[in-house]
Nanobody, 120 residues
Framework: QVQLVESGGGLVQPGGSLRLSCSAS????????MGWHRQPPGKERELVAS???????TYADSVKGRFTISRDNAKKSVYLQMNSLKPEDAAVYYC??????????????WGQGTQVTVSS
């Protein structure tokens, strides 16, 4: 069992910034991938950014140059710094991880989601 706890969402004006955090706990021997997805109202969930254990990063085209993903392996945490926020960034943001336990069994886990609202 892997638990993910997110924090950092909220209301921000267009052009503003927010930093999301996510911490993982539970039966974790290694974390292969940590990432963020989002789901705008009435739309499908989409990848925002992901980062592997070796530091390889993927961003959605819509957030490149504005968002920065980072991770702290010692803290089993991933962060998403969001700058120059736009109304279209408003969504529920979900942390997700691909982890392996001591028996090399894989778990794909999701956080509960944190709301990001961008509005003046």
């Amino acid at each position: 069992q892997v638990q993910l706890v997110e924090s950092g969402g909220g209301l921000v004006q267009p052009g503003g910034s927010l930093r999301l955090s996510c911490s993982a706990s539970g039966s974790i021997f290694s974390i292969a991938v940590m990432g963020w997805h989002r789901q705008p109202p009435g739309k499908e969930r989409e990848l925002v950014a992901s980062i592997t254990g070796s530091g390889s990063i993927t961003y959605a085209d819509s957030v490149k140059g504005r968002f920065t993903i980072s991770r702290d392996n010692a803290k089993k945490s991933v962060y998403l710094q969001m700058n120059s926020l736009k109304p279209e960034d408003a969504a529920v943001y979900y942390c997700n991880t691909e982890t392996y336990d001591r028996y090399f069994r894989r778990s794909d886990s999701w956080g509960q989601g944190t709301q990001v609202t961008v509005s003046s």
